[in-house]
Every structure is written in C-alpha cells, then in structure tokens.
C-alpha cells in the first residue's frame, strides 16, 4: 500500500497537539510486536493492529499512528555492541567537560541495560527520588516508548537540576532512512526523531540543546546534551555548538513526506525479496533459521507471510522469548543451542550490530550468517 503523503486527519501529533498528520508510512494490520504467543496458541488468535508513521507539518515529528495495542514489552537482553557503544558515549561525553555535579538519574528503556555503573566509576551516585532534580539526566532509547511525547519531555527537564545536563540517546531518522530500516516502526516505539524535531520538542519543555554525538550503533545513532533554561542567559548560550549545528543542517530536510517516501518503497521491496530468497532456499533442500527475535523482525516475517516450512526457527538469547513463537507465524524461538544442534544451511541476522557478538559466541555457525537478505537476480 503506497502512504503517498495523503493527510491522516483526526489524529493528533504527540509532541505539539497538531491536528492533520501526514501518512509517509503504512504497513496495514500487523501482529503487536511486544507478545510472542505460545506455540500451542492458534495462530487465528493473534490480534493485529494497524502499523502506521505519522509525519507532523507543524515540529517535524515522525512518530506512530495510534497504537490499539496493550502488551507489555519483554525486557530484552542487553547486546554487547550496546554495551560498548555506551561506554564510548560516556567517554566522549566526559572528554567534553559535561559530566559535571555528582547525582545522576537514568530513565529506562525495554531494550535493557543501563549507563549508572558507568557513571559511579566516575564518582556520580543513583538518585531515585521521584520528582528529585539530579545533575545528570540519562535516557537511552527510553523516551521513544513514551506515547505522549510533550510529557515525556517535560518529565526529563524536571528531573534534570539546575546547571545539570540531559543525555539522550535514539535511532536517528537519517539512519532509518538512508538504510531503508522501514521495520524500525513497530508498535510501542511512539517517536522517530530527527535533530529538528527533537530540538523543537526539548524547547517546549525548557530544554536548550546544547550538542550531539554521532555513533554507528544501529546504522546511525545520535547522542544529545540538552541544558535546561538558565536564570542567566549567559551562563548557556541558547544556539547549539558547531557540532550539532552541522546535524541539524544535514537533517533539516526531514520534516516532509517527500523526504520520506522512500521508506514505504523499502518496505514492499523487502519483504518481497525475503520470501523469493527463502522460497529459493528451500527448493534447494537448505535449512535456513534465523537469530534474533527482535521486535523489528515482526511486521517483516508477517508481511512476508514466513512459516516453518520457510524459516524452521529464530534463535534468541533472551529467556524471556524461548519456547514462544514468532507473532503471527507458527515460526518457534528456540535457544542458540538449539540452532546449533539444528545445523543450519542459513542463518539470516535480523539485528546486523548483532553479528561480531554472535560470531564469536557461535563459533560452528561461522559460515552460515547472513547479513542482508539477498536482493532477486
């Protein structure tokens, strides 16, 4: 289905209460991609939800149609290159003089893991009181989660002190884009920023942005310093410093459906492309399996129409996903023990940041990775 830019009139954007959305990105009714049923529940009884970005003409906001669904997320394992990537954050951060003061608050994320070690090696202590300001403000992939997105903001500049600093870390939109990562749209992940957006929405609640970092976690992931509005304008300089000025610039085309037409493209191309490469493979008698059980991997599996006899199982780490089976398939999650026992022919990585862990981790499946899905001859 094309999105075409058409208006989606009666919904309303998430950060600044804009009442016409346009649609740049539709994936009709997808399994909800937070709940991996039973094997032995019927497949008939997965309940699907439209799947849809909504693109904001008045901030820029690139954000989820409204979502019907009501599962909690399962807390994912933490992968390595997550963890890495946090430590080089911290790192850059402080090599820029903005771990100052000595509290420090993290707001979580689904996707596991948190910065506060990090932060105590460097002298900062846990603050958990609700409401109690800290010096420093931390949220990795957690504020996307958040579907009214003026209150998640407002809630990260209160907890931020005077003089303290908000670190905030997403996927960014460039990278969605320029990769074609249309299945980065799922259910429960209610924001997609771009760094106009974003500095729109950090202003409605206080908040100036002070600078970004670029990292290649995920295709391209931005990590922004924002400072809360001082007394003294003096003290911060209310324009961001070169370094998120030439972000800003770079992604300053991002707030029109145009910009982001390509992702539906992307989408249709894809999915069609998995199910001829699988239904190659299994002409030619391989198994192929897949690792990852990623929420992202959902709405592509559903819109393929993937089944057992196309991908045999997904292997994941998490305890959480095990003995479950893929949302609107009959395609089980299996342990990577299991995928080894299996001796598969193929192995399609549906998370690529993934590939060094399980490389290493997986040694007897060296030859079998499969990276990016093979495109038609």
Same mark, same amino acid.
């Given at each position: 289905?094309?999105?075409?830019?058409?208006? $989606?009139?009666?919904?309303?954007?998430?950060?600044?209460?804009? /009442?016409?959305?346009?649609?740049?990105?539709?994936?009709?009714?997808?399994?909800?991609?937070?709940?991996?049923?039973?094997?032995?529940?019927?497949?008939?009884?997965?309940?699907?939800?439209?799947?849809?970005?909504?693109?904001?003409?008045?901030?820029?906001?690139?954000?989820?149609? =409204?979502?019907?669904?009501?599962?909690?997320?399962?807390?994912?394992?933490?992968?390595?290159?997550?963890?890495?990537?946090?430590?080089?954050?911290?790192?850059?951060?402080?090599?820029?003089?903005?771990?100052?003061?000595?509290?420090?608050?993290?707001?979580?994320?689904?996707?596991? /893991?948190?910065?506060?070690?990090?932060?105590?090696?460097?002298?900062?202590?846990?603050?958990?009181?609700?409401?109690?300001?800290?010096?420093?403000?931390?949220?990795?992939?957690?504020?996307?989660?958040?579907?009214?997105?003026?209150?998640? @903001?407002?809630?990260?500049?209160?907890?931020?002190?005077?003089g303290g600093v908000l670190?905030?870390?997403?996927?960014?939109?460039?990278?969605?884009?320029?990769?074609?990562?249309?299945?980065?749209?799922?259910?429960?992940?209610?924001?997609?920023?771009?760094?106009?957006?974003?500095?729109?929405?950090?202003?409605?609640? /206080?908040?100036?942005?002070?600078?970004?970092?670029?990292?290649?976690?995920?295709?391209?992931?931005?990590?922004?310093?924002?400072?809360?509005?001082?007394?003294?304008?003096?003290?911060?300089? @209310?324009?961001?410093?070169?370094?998120?000025?030439?972000?800003?610039? @770079?992604?300053?085309?991002?707030?029109? =459906?145009?910009?982001?037409?390509?992702?539906?493209?992307?989408?249709?191309?894809q999915t069609s492309a998995?199910?001829?490469?699988?239904?190659?493979?299994?002409?030619?008698?391989?198994?192929?399996?897949?690792?990852?059980?990623?929420?992202?991997?959902?709405?592509?599996? $559903?819109? $393929?129409?993937?089944?057992?006899?196309?991908?045999?199982?997904?292997?994941? $780490?998490?305890?959480?996903?095990? /003995?479950?089976?893929? =949302?609107?398939?009959?395609?089980?999650?299996?342990?990577?023990?299991?995928l080894v026992a299996a001796?598969?022919?193929?192995?399609?990585?549906?998370?690529?940041?993934?590939?060094?862990?399980?490389?290493?981790?997986?040694?007897?499946?060296?030859?079998?990775?499969?990276?990016?899905?093979?495109?038609?001859?």
């Amino acid at each position: 289905m094309s999105s075409g830019g058409e208006r $989606a009139i009666g919904d309303a954007c998430r950060a600044c209460g804009a /009442g016409e959305l346009d649609l740049v990105l539709d994936l009709g009714e997808m399994p909800a991609a937070d709940h991996f049923p039973l094997p032995s529940e019927p497949i008939s009884g997965d309940s699907r939800h439209r799947l849809a970005m909504l693109l904001c003409g008045r901030c820029g906001l690139a954000q989820l149609a =409204p979502d019907t669904t009501t599962v909690a997320e399962p807390r994912g394992l933490e992968p390595r290159a997550l963890r890495e990537q946090a430590a080089e954050a911290v790192a850059r951060v402080a090599i820029d003089g903005r771990l100052r003061g000595r509290t420090v608050r993290e707001f979580g994320s689904p996707h596991g /893991g948190t910065w506060l070690p990090l932060l105590a090696s460097r002298g900062f202590s846990a603050t958990e009181i609700s409401g109690g300001p800290a010096d420093i403000v931390i949220d990795s992939f957690g504020m996307m989660h958040e579907p009214d997105q003026r209150a998640a @903001a407002a809630a990260r500049a209160a907890a931020t002190a005077p003089g303290g600093v908000l670190l905030l870390q997403f996927h960014s939109l460039r990278a969605i884009l320029a990769y074609g990562q249309w299945n980065a749209l799922r259910h429960g992940h209610f924001a997609y920023y771009s760094l106009p957006a974003l500095r729109i929405l950090l202003a409605q609640a /206080g908040l100036h942005l002070a600078t970004a970092w670029e990292f290649e976690l995920y295709g391209g992931t931005v990590l922004v310093a924002a400072v809360p509005a001082p007394a003294d304008p003096r003290r911060y300089p @209310a324009t961001p410093d070169d370094r998120a000025l030439r972000l800003l610039d @770079a992604e300053s085309g991002l707030g029109t =459906p145009r910009a982001l037409a390509a992702l539906q493209s992307a989408a249709d191309e894809q999915t069609s492309a998995l199910r001829a490469w699988l239904e190659s493979e299994a002409a030619l008698r391989h198994r192929v399996y897949a690792y990852g059980a990623a929420s992202r991997a959902v709405a592509l599996f $559903a819109r $393929a129409g993937l089944h057992p006899g196309l991908l045999r199982g997904v292997a994941d $780490a998490s305890p959480a996903k095990q /003995g479950r089976r893929m =949302p609107g398939t009959g395609i089980p999650i299996i342990t990577p023990a299991e995928l080894v026992a299996a001796q598969p022919d193929r192995v399609l990585l549906t998370l690529p940041d993934l590939l060094p862990e399980v490389q290493a981790g997986l040694p007897a499946l060296s030859d079998t990775w499969v990276v990016e899905i093979p495109r038609p001859p």
